[in-house]
């Protein structure tokens, strides 16, 4: 098998080829750079168009604009609290206190060394261990995946912000927003009020946008929003590679990171997103200064942009070898495969392993280019267009969230759905609702419970299916572990403090 | 949702004006042909490889371009193209049982009479499958066990109202004996937890089986005559057990089309099937041929809805 | 569960608290998309009953907790418009673009909004407006119509 990853090389370094991941990753930079764009709606639009291209060529876009994308949703993440891409809301957390603090510049440093380092491990593990990790995979059913999105869940609580009570109310609304649509066991419509278009459920392309695209735009427009494009449009970057040094001691991070986005890849349906949350929340669990989280640390950027990367290539060993992408960009890639006549299975390694193989040095090219692409030149250029004069600003970014959304399905109803949602996340913001719950309910709610049912259907109604293979029982382990742990040390500072007290 | 209709009805009396006029060249302008799904679907790389040839035998030098308008599985196309103006100048893809399985369990805005069926080209049987490690390696010992213990056999498959569906009703009828259905959304992750032994039988489709053969039993295939794609299957028929069912793709333009612009696609359409090229490409994207042309595709319609109306009657799935 | 920033200072004590307002929303909207459960089959309706429930317990505690504010003369210092005018304003430019969108095109209607809205809304510049406009819509269609063949909707002179 190793020998197929040798033979496939030369092919992939063919100038078209090559040229082709060169276009993607840039390509993937603006798209997931420009507030409403997402790498979703950019690979939909391009599979039709790649019908009759050369495999690795279309292939080699595709991995690009992957890549790029989850690079390029961090910049105006860190610049204007807009994440790009779905998979960058954990990004913000730490990036736009540091480019209010002009401190900007390195955020997006350490956003790109991670995502490239995030990308190459992934890589490497879809080229090295695609088949045993399939496996891996398989251990997986309903039951054991309903405990991964409750571990998902858990993240929640640490997402919940100041509001207790408004972090649950957000949470509450993501869950029933990832509702709508036709029960995905029974098929019997929830809130689909008679729409065909909610059928299929809200797509989070659609809701991410409105919530976080939308009112800063509006916040442009009413010239009053808090961000000081004096102060985050001079990035004062030195060059990458003199920042790479100090940048070094973010290692356990993104080693960790990278372990937690590779296998919240190879789990079917989970996504970059929650990658991204649960690395961010590891990462800061294992912190010595986790108050200071939020405010601007570096290395919340680290995590969460290294396993956003890291999700990538190993999204697509599921997608590649039985057909289930791990993520939703994973499911259209899919599709750029299928339009090519490459059906996902065993067989594909067999009968077109210079494609298959080739398709994953792609994958290696594109991550190490982010650092050349994505380093000062793509990052300084968009530094640049945020520069610009506020309302031209505003009204740039509501043509784009337009036609994000619209090109996604090609309907004017899921725009009408983005406003609707962008009057809610105005007012949510405004009162100081947080936001990333109601991202994270909508991921996880719906795949829960489509989950959980699923099992108690296996079992017969018998809820002793959750705990009853080893799989679910480290999960509910680690679940445990995870959410008692902090009470535990909570309980032993305040003896310690009583003693002292005392 | 006004402006939509008012920009429908501009957009018709601009359009109507200019078209009336010569049916006798068609096709004289591009044919849009819609696909209820995202591209890279199985139904739409049906649809964009049939596409060229199409262009080919309608001549003219007209093209067919494809429009995805995914959603509500594949309901949103299809109801675009009962809607449609019946010029030939739109046609789009068709699936059953599915299609006419909606106009039961949902409001749909068509039935079986807003369409002129033009030809089903693909016809894909259901296979029944178990995980390779697994005790159930033939038809008989599945049968044994499900009727062991009703409800005991965990079937997963795609959905509920599809011809997945349909064929476990059939074969609950035949084999007297009740299975619990686990529908996944989606074959591919039916297919996988099948692979992890997550259940215990699984009914998916040939074309989803062939690249899996060393990972999974297949127990047999519904379909009159074993399948091209995969010859070492037998069928169930070959077995003692009538069962025939799957699930089937083609092509339909709106009703009342004109005669002479149905006859020239229907002429098309035979041609193309009989082109080696094409059966060569779709045999590589995966698809399993069968054609139905015309009023044997309708009557073929006919029989899909009868089924779909029986098992909804007896066996609501919702 | 009072660890927000409040502010003594009863400095607006003519408005009525937004918080308040949020909670009979949630509790209301809630209400009202409960009822709709009841022709959903059982396990159908599980979760959303649930979330739903949950909403309406979390607006009541909400409200609850805005009564008790308004009684300690302690008020949330949230400001929900800057400037109420401009909002309303904006938000009727976005409804009115996304309406001529899908009635006149979107090329079109896209290269009149970007000048206007960026005009109305304070950059007076009419060489950077116009400069600004042609890049960006013309790049938008030289990747969307040349480069990706991809629809948007279609102007109304084209169809």
Redesign the interface.
Known sequence: MYGNLIDALPSVLSLGNLLAVVIGVVAGICVGALPGLSATMAI??????T?GMDPLVALGMMAGIYNGAMYGGSIPAVLLRIPGTPAAVATSFDGYPMAQQGRGGYALQVAVVSSALGGIVSALVLMLLAPPLAKV???????EIFWVAVFGMSAIVFLLG?????G??SA??G??VS?VG??????????TF?H??L??GINIVVLLVGLYA?PPA?GL????RDFDTENTGRLNTTSIWKAIPGMLKYWKTWVRSSIIGVFVGIL?GAGGSMAAFLSYNEARRASKNPEEWGKGEPEGVAASETSNNADTAAALI?ALT???PGTAVAA?M??????H?L??????FRDNPEIVFGFMWQFLFAAVLLIFLGGALATNSFAQVLR?????L???I??LV??GV??I????FD??LM?GF??IGY?MD????PLPPVVLGLIL?GFA??NL??AL??G?GDWGILASSPTAKILIGMILLVVLMPLFSRLRRSRKANRVAG | MGFKSIAIATALILSSSMSTAALADYPEKRIDMIVGFAAGGGTDVMARTIGPYLEKYLGNDTSVVVKNMPGASGQIGVTAVAEARPDGYTIGTYNLPGTMARTLDRDADYDADSFTYLANVVNDPNVIVTPKNSDIDTMDKLVEAAQKRPGAVTVAMSSLGGDDHFFLQKLSDVTDADYTVVPFSGSAPARSALMGGHVTMGIINVSEVVAFRDELNVLGIASEERSSLADDIPTFKEQGVDLVNGALRGFVAPANLPDNVKAKLLDAFQKTYDDPDFQQAMRRSGNPTELALGDDFKSLNAEQLELAKRIWETHPWK | MNSEPTNTAAERSGGIDPDLIAGVVIVLGAGVLLTRTTDMPGMTALLPVTMLSALIILGILMIGRCALRHRRRTTASIKVFDNAKRFVGIIAAIAIYVAAVALLGFYTTTAVMIPVVAWCFGYRSLKGVLLADLIFTGGIAIVFVLLMGQELPTEFFLR
């Open positions: 939909s639009v391009l599979i039709p168009f019908f995979t398989l251990l997986f059913g309903p039951t100041g509001d207790v009570l408004k649950l109310i509450a609304f869950v029933f509702l036709a029960d995905t066991i029974t098929g019997a419509e929830r809130y008679g065909l278009e059928l299929d939308l509006i427009l009413e010239e009053v079917p599921p039985l057909g289930i259209v899919l599709g750029g495969l299928l339009i006549g059906q996902p299975g065993p067989m594909l610009l004069p506020r309302p031209l505003g009204a740039i509501i043509s337009f036609i619209y090109s399905n090609g309907r004017m725009v009408y406003l962008g009057l007012f405004k009162l100081k609702f709610g419970e489509q049912r699923l259907r296996i017969g």
